[in-house]
Nanobody
Framework: QVQLVESGGGVVQAGGSLRLSCAAS????????TGWYRQAPGKQRELVASITLDGTTNFSDSVKGRFTISRDNAKNLVFLQMNSLKPEDTAVYYC???????????????WGQGTQVTVSS
C-alpha cells in the first residue's frame, strides 16, 4: 500500500517562508511525475507546481518566482519551497505522485492527506 505523507505546513506571516516535504512509503519503487496541489475553502483543487522524473518543472502563474519544487529520487522525496508567502496562498496543500510499487510495472496516481498552510496578513 502506498502512502504519501506531507509535512512542513503551519502558520506564517505574509512575506515568510515554508518548506513542504512529501515522503513516499517504502513500498514505492519509483516516482514518475509528481507535484503539489492546493485547495482553499470554497475553491477547487488547483495545481501549484509539478516536476517530472528528469527535473522539468511547471508552476502556476500565481506562484511563479516565489515557489520552487524539487525532488530526491533516491529517497522518493518531493519538496515545495514557498517564499514571499501571501494570504491568498492559504490552503490545504496536497502531494500527488505517479508511482510504481515493487513487483509491479505500472504506475498509479496517489495523493497525500494534505497539510494546512495559513498565511496571516
Amino acid at each position: 500500500q502506498v502512502q504519501l505523507v506531507e509535512s512542513g505546513g503551519g502558520v506564517v506571516q505574509a512575506g515568510g517562508s515554508l518548506r513542504l516535504s512529501c515522503a513516499a512509503s517504502a513500498s514505492v519503487f519509483s516516482i514518475n511525475d509528481t507535484g503539489w496541489y492546493r485547495q482553499a475553502p470554497g475553491k477547487q483543487r488547483e495545481l501549484v507546481a509539478s516536476i517530472t522524473l528528469d527535473g522539468t518543472t511547471n508552476f502556476s502563474d500565481s506562484v511563479k518566482g516565489r515557489f520552487t519544487i524539487s525532488r530526491d529520487n533516491a529517497k522518493n522525496l518531493v519538496f515545495l519551497q514557498m517564499n514571499s508567502l501571501k494570504p491568498e496562498d492559504t490552503a490545504v496543500y496536497y502531494c500527488n505522485c505517479d508511482a510504481s510499487t515493487y513487483g509491479n510495472s505500472w504506475y498509479d496516481d496517489y495523493w497525500g492527506q494534505g497539510t494546512q498552510v495559513t498565511v496571516s496578513s
